[in-house]
Every structure is written in C-alpha cells, then in structure tokens.
C-alpha cells in the first residue's frame, strides 16, 4: 500500500516511506540486485543521499554484500567500496591484479551492490574495473549531482556507461507540510501562507534544502523585528546546500589495497595531457 513502510519490498526509511518514492525505491533496489548499473542523477538537496543511507540498510538486513561510497573520485573509492562488502575477503599481500580477481571472485559466488555518491568523475579505468562487474556480479548506483549546464552535459557524456535514472521530487503539498510541521516544532509565530510559498518555490523539490531552511529558523540573524527575512534565508541555505562537504574520501580511512589504483590513473592522466600537448606541438 503507498506510504506505509516499504522493508518488505523496497529500502526502508527510517521513517515510513513517502508516497512520492515508494514504487521508486522498490523498483531501482531489484534492478541493483539484479546486477543493473545505474547512474542517479538529480540536484544537490533533492534527498539522493539519504536515499542510499536506507537502501545500505535494506540490503544488510538482508544479508546481502552492500557499500556506501560517501564520495566518489575515482577507482581508488569503488575498490574501496568493494573491499568494504566483502570484508572477509583476504587481499593481503596482493598486487594490482590479483585484488581485483580475487574481489571479482567473491563477487561472482556471492552478488552484491556497490552505492557510490556523489560521483565527481568517471575515469577510464573505474569504466574498465565497472565492465568487469557486469552480468550480475555486482549492481552498481552512481549518484550524480546534477546543479548546472556544465554537470548536465557531464552527465550525458556518461551515459553510455549506465542507465540514467532521475531522482523524484518531493511535491510542493508535501514541502508545504514538512515547513508547518518545522516551524510549529520550534515555536515560532504562525507562518503565512505567503511566507511558505516563497520557501516552497525556492526549495524547487529538494527536501533536503528544505530541512536545512527549517534548521536555520531558529538563528537570530534571520529574523528582524519579528519577522523572517526569506530572501536571505532561502540564498543561505543553497549556499549550505551547494558547499556542502560531501564527507571524507574512503582512502583517507582504507588505504590498503586501493593506494596503487590512485597511481594507475595518474599515471594514466599525465600520459594523456602529454599525448595532447604532442598533438598540439608544444612542450610541457
């Protein structure tokens, strides 16, 4: 039924699952149990992380090998990642190839899903290690910050390596509850309607901009002679939301055996700009 908890089926939230997501959620967890590589594009505030915080959950109480990848840059995070959902896996020792072997190995007796947020690039060689994945080894969800012209026109030329799926939207309906229900939580005067369609239409869908204006309700230099400046409330809070740190890089916290892939792609990366710079005719 639409709007009850969905852990039968699809990711449990840590509430019950809103409307607007549900059948979504439950059809993009079987596609990634069923090996499907997807790219999940939408923008920044629009509840993508959150999302995967709930499907991580889904798939451990079912036993099923899972990753978080709270930033994804390059290889280095997806070995990670997929180290960290086959931990019993022993890479000890190892060089470049074996790891990636023995990684695959476990992967193809037992399948899982690899969930890579905010995925900034995608090199040649985390496309290469990806392919190998394929055919029902490992699902894979990279998640895609999608805020301009730029990092729409990345996305397309990515698209060839993964499905595109978009993020929904939360409902302005919704939105309009979740502020009233913010704001009477704090206390504060009773919101106009006019005030909660300016905040409504700034947040464009985006839940997660929306809970930051909700936090930043109670901080003194919003308000003057009892009333709320919104313009300054709402250009804050996508400022927080576009700035946001993203979390630290997994190598930071993992960095055997994945140290060796960040020198594959250096290497990689200057053996290309010195090929561009021959082609041009210049020195480095």
């Known amino acids: 039924m639409p709007g009850q908890n969905l852990s039968t089926h699809g990711p449990p939230v ?4 809103p409307r607007y997501l549900g059948a979504f959620c439950t059809n993009l967890a079987v596609r990634l149990q069923s090996g499907s590589h997807l790219m999940l594009h939408g923008p920044r505030g629009s509840g993508k992380s959150t999302l995967l915080a709930s499907m991580l959950d889904y798939y451990r109480l079912r036993s099923i090998p899972c990753a978080l990848a709270p930033q994804t840059l390059g290889l280095a995070d997806v070995v990670s990642a ?3 959902a086959y931990p019993a896996t022993d890479l000890e020792g190892l060089d470049r190839r074996a790891i990636g072997a023995r990684l695959r190995r476990a992967a193809d007796r037992v399948p899982g899903v690899l969930l890579l947020d905010h995925t900034r690039d995608v090199t040649t060689a985390m496309i290469g290690f990806l392919r190998h994945l394929r055919g029902g080894i490992v699902g894979a969800l990279l998640v895609v910050d999608i805020d301009s ?5 990345r996305l397309l030329a990515w698209r060839r390596h993964a499905s595109r799926v978009r993020m929904p939207l939360m409902p302005n309906r919704r939105l309009s509850r979740l ?8 206390g504060l005067p009773e919101i106009d309607g006019k005030t909660v369609q300016e905040i409504v239409r700034a947040a464009r869908g985006r839940v997660g901009w929306l809970r930051e204006c909700v936090r930043r309700l109670e901080m003194p230099e919003y308000w003057r002679d009892g009333r709320l400046r919104v313009s300054a409330l709402c250009i804050d809070s ?7 740190p993203t979390g630290p890089r997994m190598r930071a916290h993992f960095r055997h055996p994945q140290s060796f892939y960040l020198d594959v792609e250096t290497t990689q990366m200057s053996n290309r700009r010195a090929r561009e710079r021959r082609a041009r005719g210049t020195t480095p």
Request: proline share 0%; hydrophobic share 40%; glycine share 8%.
């Open 149 to 153: 012209e730029f990092e729409g026109e």
């Open 179 to 186: 502020l009233r229900s913010g704001w009477a939580a704090r």
């Open 14 to 17: 840590r509430r019950a699952q």
């Open 238 to 244: 996508e400022i927080a939301i576009r700035l946001n």
């Open 82 to 84: 997929l180290s960290q």
